[in-house]
């Protein structure tokens, strides 16, 4: 073996390891960034990875000079302990030693700025699908203006296409981070910042809030599900049904419950609540209207099973603490019917 083909080689077994490393990573961590499944995450990812490598460079020759000097240059036992030749004003040392830093922070800083406005998207095409994004104390709501949907907590995209997330916030500063995705853009009151990206690889992907607002802030989050393009169709078109009104049974029950109890002031059900505010903001609690077709509740606390949501509705500020959704002292077979019905509303 000879030794180009042997460093060779070690290269390989390196990056087998790290993107073996990463993608048992990505399964079993679903917040890690170092699984990119995105053009922005990819172009982040490989920032960190340059910059990496140049810190190992550094790391490898200080090590090197240290051991150097520690087992090299030292004196031996018996050696008589003189004091090596003393020289200053060394002109090769005094430039390499202010070059190197130089060059290594020009290598660094090139991929960074280029990152930098490469992700500060101004244009993007007329066929990039737009998807609006307003950030409430704790929840998130998404609209697509182009297709006439809207939903919370859960966003669809489709992959292989440019998706545009023009973010705005209806009270204080959030920020949109979905790690396999990219983000983690500020969401400012009174401004509208934008992401532009392709998801590459359809599936399911966690997003959070990732700028301190409020008590909740940690239980800020949503789901992010890349669909294939047919998936997303078929989404989009399910969104754009109205609720099927149960004709009897407990859901029906549940039904007349919901459009007599409070929950019409602050949440939506197309076509049997609406909103007497609907403030260009944003709406006050998510869109119910196809609730039982998200797989969580509470942007993503809990599982979105019957058990939780009768848990969530019974009292909501122990499920997710400081959240804006009152308690309204439902209980009993009121609570069972209205469950019922809302679980209903695939
Ligand atoms: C004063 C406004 C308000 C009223 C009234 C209200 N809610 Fe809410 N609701 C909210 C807010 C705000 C949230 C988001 C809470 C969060 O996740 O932080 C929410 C969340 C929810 C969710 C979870 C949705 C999701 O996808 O995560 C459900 C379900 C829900 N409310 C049902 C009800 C029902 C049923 C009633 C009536 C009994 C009701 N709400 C009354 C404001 C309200
Ligand atoms: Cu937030």
Request: aromatic share 12%; glycine share 8%.
């Amino acid at each position: 073996m000879n030794r180009r083909f042997g460093a060779r080689w070690l290269l390989w077994c390196a990056l087998l390891l790290f993107s073996g490393a990463t993608e048992a990573a990505a399964r079993s961590y679903p917040m890690d960034t170092m699984a990119p499944r995105s053009d922005l995450a990819e172009l982040i990812q490989s920032v960190y990875v340059q910059v990496t490598l140049w810190d190992l460079l550094v790391l490898v020759v200080v090590i090197v000079a240290l051991f150097l000097a520690i087992f090299w240059f030292s004196t031996r036992f018996g050696e008589p302990g003189e004091e090596p030749v003393q020289f200053h004003s060394h002109m090769g040392l005094e430039v390499a030693w202010t070059a190197g830093p130089i060059l290594i922070l020009v290598l660094i800083t090139v991929p960074t700025v280029r990152a930098v406005f490469n992700t500060q998207p101004y244009h993007w095409p007329k066929e990039a699908l737009t998807v609006r994004v307003i950030a409430h104390q704790w929840w998130w709501e998404f609209r697509y203006p182009s297709l006439g949907a809207q939903t919370a907590n859960e966003v669809h995209i489709p992959a292989d296409r440019m998706i545009h997330f023009e973010l705005e916030s209806a009270d204080v500063i959030h920020s949109f981070w979905m790690p396999a995705l990219g983000g983690k853009r500020d969401v400012v009151p009174g401004q509208i910042n934008q992401i532009t990206l392709v998801a590459k690889v359809p599936g399911e992907y966690y997003g959070q809030c990732a700028e301190f607002c409020g008590a909740s802030h940690a239980n800020m989050r949503f789901r992010v599900f890349v669909d294939t393009a047919e998936g997303f169709q078929r989404w989009v078109a399910d969104q754009l049904k109205p609720p099927v009104m149960p004709a009897s049974g407990l859901a029906s029950e549940g039904a007349r419950i919901y459009q007599n109890a409070p929950c019409a002031i602050c949440h939506r059900v197309k076509g049997i609540s609406g909103f007497s505010k609907q403030y260009e903001g944003g709406f006050r609690g998510p869109d119910l209207t196809h609730f039982a077709g998200r797989s969580t509740l509470a942007a993503g606390v809990l599982d979105n099973t019957p058990d939780n949501l009768a848990t969530w509705i019974q009292d909501p500020q122990t499920v997710k603490p400081g959240a804006l959704m009152p308690r309204l002292g439902l209980k009993g077979h009121e609570l069972t019917a209205l469950v019922a019905y809302l679980e209903s509303l695939k």
